[in-house]
């Protein structure tokens, strides 16, 4: 599938005046052929226990609520919001961000946007432990990245972009 942009939010700065716009993704249970073994299981519930994020932000007054946005060209509501949850607390859960993230990997961006949030690279390695042929990356024509200090966690960022014609 094609998407005009991807942008990681504050979720909380969405204009409540202009819902019409927006298309809130439901997040229910999935279903797939992902199988978790034991071995990652016990390295979700560890990762849970230290409550490893799966944004990384650049906010000093502790929010958690960010969301996925995707924008469409040509929809009358373009913008597409998956709000996935920041601090898992399920395996449950832990499997549901897999399976958008594995979807997103799926997607063709034209442009992608990390504005002082990205996804966190300690839980998407995570996620994917056991699934070498899954390609951890979002395709896009172009992307920014914007943090504004040089923080070790933000340098792998922009491994997560594969550029594509």
Known sequence: MEFYKLRLIDARKIPSQEMDYYKFIKLEPVISDFVLDDQLMKKWQAAMAESIPLYLHMFEDGIESFAVQLEKRGDKKSRYILKLPNMPKTI????????????????VFDYALFSHIAFNPQIIDL?????????????????????????????????FFLLIG
């Open 92 to 107: 449950e859960e832990m499997i549901i961000i897999r399976f958008w993230l594995k979807q997103l990997f799926n997607c």
């Open 127 to 159: 996620l994917f432990d056991n699934d070498e042929p899954i390609l951890k990356q979002f395709y896009v024509r172009s992307f920014g990245i914007f943090f504004s200090k040089s923080d070790v966690e933000f340098q792998d960022i922009s491994q």
